[in-house]
């Protein structure tokens, strides 16, 4: 190879060399230029489905009348079964209600051996007390014998004769006297102990009718969905059921849905009621529903395996679908603002230095800092209030010599309008 071969080959190389720097340099200026269109601010979140309003399954509704304040599932039919009134849905634990119905069983037997006892001496008393007026009277009526033959006795003689039959009137009276005050309270304790026999008689026999509400029963057609604890979890079969809340389970309306999600204390303030939502189902991405904000609660709440306090939010389904079912997980994206027709930038375009908004541009064959004036803002998006362009073209990362970049400032008369820097989120 001569010198001038050499030398041209030397030259192609350093051609090579030099145009794959500049290709490398291009190919990391990514450029994007502004969108003009519809613009929206969303927050979107996952809810979970559950019907607008449901029939509740209620376990012995009078369990705490009876002394009974807790009890545990023992078996329960499988969440979305469908069943139809009178069906069986679940059974509870008995172990409690059948160790006071030993102890009330006990007791109504001691009321029922005191009621007979009682019979049986008020009997007794009273027929020793008939038998009594009754020799009295014999007595009384052979004083009256003798008091009509003494009216041929001495004076005295038939003065005694007339005292022993008053002593037998008298004592005949007071017999009857005693006799009616017997009755009166052989009858009180009869009353007594038959109002004690009924009273316990009545427990037990409350307790036969709540052995009947251990089996829980389904009150109307439905599909059977779990009732959830406040910590989220749901009662089943082995979950202890508080008797001052005792619905086993629900028969929900399917005909109207809602999602209920969490919103963060960052985002809560922009929810209100009324917004539009679009809902996608993650079992079904490609259907799409609509709905609207109804309820925001005003308290937060601090929910499991989550840091900071969130905000319930409800949200109706506004379209009726037979496919919904509760518990099905949704992805709720929440219309908080919109724009139409107007121009944004992506956000990773934007950046801040001392309280100036500014993105890089590039300007012919160079790069430009341009201030710029950001409005409404999403997760991605800004709108562009001024200082771009249509067909501005916008680096989506600092370039290396960003340090040595004078800015390109607004001049005083582009500020923008009051309402668009309070569009600002």
Not at 46 to 74: C, H, N, W
Not at 144 to 161: D, F, G, M, N, V
Not at 191 to 219: C, G, H, T, W
Request: glycine content about 6%; proline content about 3%; overall charge negative.
């Amino acid at each position: 190879m001569n010198r001038i071969s050499r030398l041209c080959l030397l030259l192609g190389l350093i051609g090579v060399v030099w145009l794959s720097g500049c290709g490398a340099e291009v190919a990391s200026e990514i450029v994007q230029k502004p969108v003009q269109g519809d613009f929206e601010v969303l927050v979107t979140v996952t809810g979970e489905l559950r019907a607008k309003s449901s029939v509740s399954i209620q376990g012995p509704v009078g369990a705490r009348r009876m002394g009974i304040y807790q009890t545990k599932i023992t078996r329960m039919v499988p969440e979305g079964t469908y069943v139809q009134e009178g069906d069986f849905v679940a059974d509870l634990d008995k172990t409690d209600l059948l160790g006071k119905m030993k102890e009330v069983e006990i007791n109504l037997q001691k009321f029922q051996s005191q009621y007979t006892q009682v019979r049986l001496d008020c009997t007794l008393t009273l027929a020793q007390a008939r038998d009594e007026l009754i020799n009295l009277d014999y007595a009384l009526e052979q004083k009256k014998l003798e008091k009509e033959e003494s009216i041929y006795e001495a004076p005295s003689t038939r003065r005694q004769i007339e005292i022993e039959y008053e002593k037998s009137d008298r004592a005949y009276k007071q017999a009857v006297k005693n006799y009616e005050t017997k009755v009166q309270k052989a009858s009180a304790e009869m009353r007594e102990a038959e109002a004690d026999l009924s009273k316990e008689q009545k427990k037990y026999d409350d307790y036969i009718a709540l052995m009947d509400e251990f089996s829980v029963k389904a009150p109307s057609n439905g599909m059977v969905i779990y009732k959830r604890e406040y910590d989220g979890k749901k009662r089943a079969a082995g979950s202890s059921l508080m008797l001052w809340d005792p619905t086993v389970a629900t028969l929900p309306d399917l005909s109207l849905m809602e999602s209920v999600t969490y919103v963060n204390e960052v985002d809560i303030r922009k929810i209100k009621k009324g917004q539009v939502v679009r809902i996608s189902l993650d079992a079904e991405p490609d259907k799409k529903l609509s709905g609207k904000v109804t309820q925001v609660a005003n308290i937060g709440e601090q929910r499991e395996n989550s840091d900071s306090k969130v905000f319930e939010v409800v949200i109706e389904i506004t379209e009726k679908d037979s496919t919904l079912r509760p518990a099905m997980t949704t992805s709720n994206e929440i219309i908080i603002d919109t724009r139409e027709d107007v121009m944004y930038i992506p956000l990773e375009t934007v950046h801040t230095e001392d309280s100036t908004t500014y993105v890089y541009a590039k300007d012919g064959g160079s790069v430009v800092k341009q201030e710029v004036i950001i409005g409404l803002t999403n997760d991605n998006y800004g709108i562009v209030e001024t200082g771009l362009g249509a067909e501005s073209e916008l680096l989506l990362s600092v370039p290396e010599n960003a340090a040595e970049l004078d800015m390109n400032r607004l001049s005083p008369g582009s500020q923008p309008t009051q309402n668009a820097a309070e569009a600002k989120l």
